[in-house]
């Protein structure tokens, strides 16, 4: 059951948005932002100038034998919403972006976990407020930084005046047969689909269309071949990234290209880096060949 009242959440997220940079709760990383163009991609890659006190904060418990989950209990200044009865809606606490929320279940579950159908409910019932672009990062391999399930959602379009991701262009070439598709300028094993938008108006219905759409991706990229059909761990890494219009599902073979970390967000054309020396690693392979050699390369 929906708990967040409709046309509330953009209201919610600007005024705990400010009341935690206030007093000092959300952590924003600073960034310079550029583009590289390669494959028919203007990637965004940001250049963080902060980074170090991000690590030093996660480094520091982990110095000690902890591994503090940070969304049990989460903090009380960084709550925007209850979504449902199986999930909240949170500040990510270290934004690289703006208004960077986080969908998080009540109750510890693994982000080895298939998502379910109260996973998608949750995140429809935030896409139904603002137009943003959802995406997981399942599990370590795929970039996630934490155990306990939770996906994320950032407002569109990424870059003032832009499409609503870089990598949007080439999505024009999607090539498709019973529904799922592919798009040939991406060198790596990957599902796309398109979204219908007279199904998703009621968010339920949105949430049943999109759940088993997934399921179909994660049988497309080879991740679906379960013993038991019940089974609810994954077999393997991926990223999933969707919007109101279309959904994109990326298996992973490694977290890290060099010393940089790829999550979902590399995969639709935004990439961070920590330093001059990442960036010229990125310039120098090019940013699809990043893409190509953490994910699955054809």
């Known amino acids: 059951m929906i708990q967040?009242?409709?046309?509330?959440?953009?209201?919610?997220?600007?005024?705990?948005?400010?009341?935690?940079?206030?007093?000092g709760a959300l952590k924003p990383i600073i960034t310079e932002?550029?583009?590289?163009?390669?494959?028919?991609?203007?990637?965004?890659?940001?250049?963080i100038s902060s980074l170090a006190r991000k690590a030093e904060e996660k480094g520091g418990s982990e110095e000690r034998g902890e591994r503090k989950n940070p969304f049990l209990p989460y903090e009380n200044e960084l709550f925007v919403s209850n979504i449902s009865e199986t999930h909240v809606c949170l500040l990510n606490k270290f934004n690289v972006?703006?208004?960077h929320l986080l969908i998080v279940t009540r109750f510890f579950e693994d982000q080895d976990m298939l998502l379910n159908e109260q996973d998608f409910e949750a995140i429809w019932a935030c896409m139904a407020e603002f137009e943003g672009l959802a995406f997981y990062n399942g599990g370590e391999s795929a970039g996630a930084s934490q155990r306990h399930k939770h996906l994320q959602m950032i407002p569109m379009p990424l870059v003032k005046n832009g499409p609503g991701v870089p990598i949007e262009p080439l999505f024009r070439g999607a090539v498709f047969e019973g529904g799922l598709g592919l798009i040939p300028?991406?060198?790596?094993?990957?599902?796309?689909?398109?979204?219908v938008s007279?199904?998703?108006?009621q968010i339920p219905k949105a949430a049943g269309i999109t759940y088993l759409l997934y399921r179909r991706?994660?049988?497309?990229?080879?991740?679906?071949?379960?013993?038991?059909?019940?089974?609810?761990?994954q077999i393997g890494p991926y990223n999933l990234i969707f919007t109101r219009e279309w959904m994109l599902m990326v298996p992973r073979s490694v977290e890290f290209f060099g010393p940089i970390?790829?999550?979902?967000?590399?995969?639709?054309?935004?990439?961070?880096?920590?330093?001059?020396?990442?960036?010229e690693l990125v310039k120098e392979a090019g940013g699809m060949t990043v893409l190509k050699l953490t994910a699955i390369a054809l």
């Open 4 to 23: 967040l009242e409709r046309g509330t959440l953009w209201d919610k997220t600007l005024e705990t948005t400010a009341r935690a940079i206030r007093i």
């Open 33 to 47: 932002g550029m583009f590289i163009y390669d494959c028919g991609v203007d990637f965004l890659v940001r250049i």
């Open 97 to 99: 972006i703006d208004h």
């Open 185 to 195: 300028d991406l060198p790596f094993v990957h599902s796309f689909v398109r979204l």
């Open 198 to 201: 007279d199904d998703l108006g």
């Open 217 to 233: 991706m994660l049988e497309a990229v080879g991740l679906n071949s379960f013993v038991d059909p019940e089974e609810t761990r």
């Open 261 to 279: 970390s790829i999550n979902a967000l590399g995969f639709v054309g935004a990439l961070l880096v920590k330093n001059r020396q990442e960036l």
